[in-house]
Nanobody, 124 residues
Framework: QLQLVESGGGLVQPGGSLRLSCAAS????????IGWFRQAPGKEREGISC????????NYSDSVKGRFTISRDNAKNTVHLQMNGLRPEDTAVYYC?????????????????WGQGTQVTVSS
């Protein structure tokens, strides 16, 4: 059974860093595209970044470009999202999601499997 579990969220001051993790079980990452999404209160869920089955990363958000980096640890079957230079507007619940194809997509509806989410709050 495919399962995704996010961790690493929390409260951080503006300018700080967090590293989110998405631990996958029930499948191997090299056959799936894994995306990171976020949803702020009152807003739609948006795509941030994705890493495809070949380990190539794609950024979908201009607002995080140069600050967030997605990576994959095949040995641990885990995808990470390194977030630097955090801003109050980055406050949201962050989700990882999997789609059973090699290729990424920025669309929420393209991902059938989701983790439970992890809260990130950026505040002084």
């Amino acid at each position: 059974q495919l399962q995704l579990v996010e961790s690493g969220g929390g409260l951080v001051q503006p300018g700080g860093s967090l590293r989110l993790s998405c631990a996958a079980s029930g499948f191997t990452l090299n056959r799936y595209a894994i995306g990171w999404f976020r949803q702020a209160p009152g807003k739609e869920r948006e795509g941030i970044s994705c890493i495809n089955g070949g380990g190539v990363s794609i950024n979908y958000s201009d607002s995080v470009k140069g600050r967030f980096t997605i990576s994959r640890d095949n040995a641990k079957n885990t995808v990470h999202l390194q977030m630097n230079g955090l801003r109050p507007e980055d406050t949201a619940v962050y989700y990882c999601a999997a789609r059973g194809t090699f290729y990424c997509s920025p669309s929420v509806s393209a991902y059938p499997d989701w983790g439970q989410g992890t809260q990130v709050t950026v505040s002084s």
